[in-house]
């Protein structure tokens, strides 16, 4: 007996494309935004919805509080401070421009200073 497709919930006769353990067709594994089919691609979730980059980027993912580009890429260690999301090369001493990432840090008013500026 053939599996039904997660998405449409048809038997599944030919080709299986299974992801996190649940069967779809080919032509129902497509991103949610844009429809185009995500086989091959990275894939991010966002409310139970699958997306490929582009679409995750433009609609959902978190952005940089300094240069507002899109924080999407799971190798890098974003620092969170404040409420915020920074690229560990954003997240700098307001004096000499060093990255403060995994550093101890002062603050003057709203300026975050390195410890050799400070």
Not at 46 to 71: I, M, P, S, W
Not at 78 to 97: A, E, I, L, N, W
């Amino acid at each position: 007996m053939p599996e039904n497709c997660t998405k449409c919930d048809d038997p599944i006769r030919d080709t299986t494309v299974t992801f996190e353990k649940k069967p779809y067709h080919p032509e129902c594994f497509v991103c949610h935004q844009c429809q185009k089919k995500l086989s091959g691609k990275a894939i991010y979730k966002h409310e139970g919805h699958n997306y490929d980059q582009e679409c995750y980027g433009t609609f959902h993912a978190k952005r940089c509080a300094k240069c507002y580009e899109v924080l999407t890429d799971p190798k890098v260690s974003y620092v969170q401070y404040d409420g915020k999301t920074f690229h560990p090369d954003c997240f700098t001493c307001s004096r000499c421009d060093k990255s403060l990432a995994k550093q101890q840090f002062y603050l003057d008013g709203e300026n975050k200073l390195c410890e050799k500026c400070h």
